[in-house]
């Protein structure tokens, strides 16, 4: 991993990777991948180049890989699970006809491929407690159906044509950098942002619906060491599950509470995250990525739950 192709760079993902492959991977160069309307800005603009990279644009990328001689391409352009809901035809063409291109380039161009799928590629058949690597995966809605076409497809170049793809199946992820958009996890970042500023949190997501969740810098670390990892170690592909905490809004909040006990919620569920939460599985078994590629998260909710207060006190000037 050397010249490296961020699509997405201004993403709740992209925003964070681009800079940590900049300032970790010595000798790199990453290009920030972006479209018109989610320009760069700041220390991600200044510390790289930045080029247009839209996924459904195949001569454009094909271009940005010749320039830079890009050969790891990650590709995090994606609509997440309750807009794609809302947009169906987009979230496939952005996911499907966007991915095809990538892959068709990295074929012809040589460049190994990530792309990540999530927690949305299982479904509601898909046993929800401890779910198991390879198991059922009858997603019912499009983000979902877009992911467990990834995975297949991502095998299928892998097969087929010898492109190293790579991928994790990401829970829900939070951070303090660059918020999500349109997610079914969203509610796990908000509320952060909400008890900081002393705002009364309205969560769309029902007591008791478990999901599994991850702090930003454990999944940052996985994109990276996915990409990086012995080949011949790897059994699997696309895609690993990943896993650190599972919980559900009340033990959210409860953790919170505990260092910020003035958190005032109340429940709106909203009808479409719910049954998407509903259908994804409450915990999954990670035995495989810790077993191929030695996976292992850093992260609890407590150690979580420190971190985002105290840098999202920074950010927003709160004592
Ligand atoms: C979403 O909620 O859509 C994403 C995901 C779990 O993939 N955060």
Do not use: A, C, M, W
């Given at each position: 991993m050397k010249n490296v192709l961020v699509i997405g760079s201004t993403g709740q993902i992209g925003s964070e990777l681009t800079m940590k492959i900049r300032r970790e991977i010595a000798g790199s160069q990453v290009v920030a991948g972006y479209i018109p309307g989610a320009e760069p800005k700041g220390i991600l603009l200044e510390s790289g180049p930045a080029e247009i990279a839209d996924v459904r644009d195949a001569q454009g990328l094909a271009a940005i890989v010749d320039k830079y001689k890009i050969?790891?391409?990650?590709?995090?352009a994606a609509l997440l699970s309750a807009v794609a809901e809302r947009k169906p035809l987009l979230a496939w063409d952005i996911q499907m006809n966007g991915l095809i291109n990538i892959l068709e380039i990295a074929r012809e161009k040589g460049c190994a491929v990530f792309t990540p799928s999530s927690?949305?590629?299982?479904?509601?058949?898909?046993?929800?407690?401890?779910?198991?690597?390879?198991t059922i995966q009858r997603p019912r809605s499009m983000y979902g159906v877009t992911k467990v076409a990834t995975e297949l497809l991502s095998d299928y170049y892998f097969h087929?044509?010898?492109?190293d793809t790579r991928s994790v199946r990401f829970p829900g992820l939070i951070s303090n950098v660059t918020l999500p958009g349109g997610?079914?996890?969203d509610y796990a970042v908000e509320v952060y942002y909400s008890a900081v500023k002393g705002e009364e949190f309205v969560c769309p997501i029902g007591p008791g619906t478990y999901m599994d969740m991850m702090y930003m810098p454990d999944a940052l670390k996985a994109a990276i060491d996915i990409m990086i990892a012995?080949?011949?170690?790897?059994?699997?592909?696309n895609s690993f599950n990943i896993a650190s905490m599972s919980f559900e809004p009340e033990q959210l909040f409860a953790k919170i509470r505990e260092y910020i006990p003035s958190l005032k919620v109340r429940y709106e569920v909203d009808p479409v995250r719910q049954a998407i939460a509903n259908s994804w599985p409450d915990s999954m078994d990670d035995s495989c990525a810790r077993a191929e590629w030695d996976w292992k998260p850093s992260f609890d909710m407590d150690s979580m739950t420190r971190d985002m207060i105290d840098a999202l006190r920074k950010k927003f000037a709160i004592s």
């Open positions: 050969d790891t391409i990650y590709n995090l927690i949305g590629s299982f479904g509601p058949e898909t046993p929800h407690v401890g779910t198991p690597q390879d087929k044509y010898g492109v997610g079914t996890t012995d080949p011949t170690r790897l059994i699997h592909r």
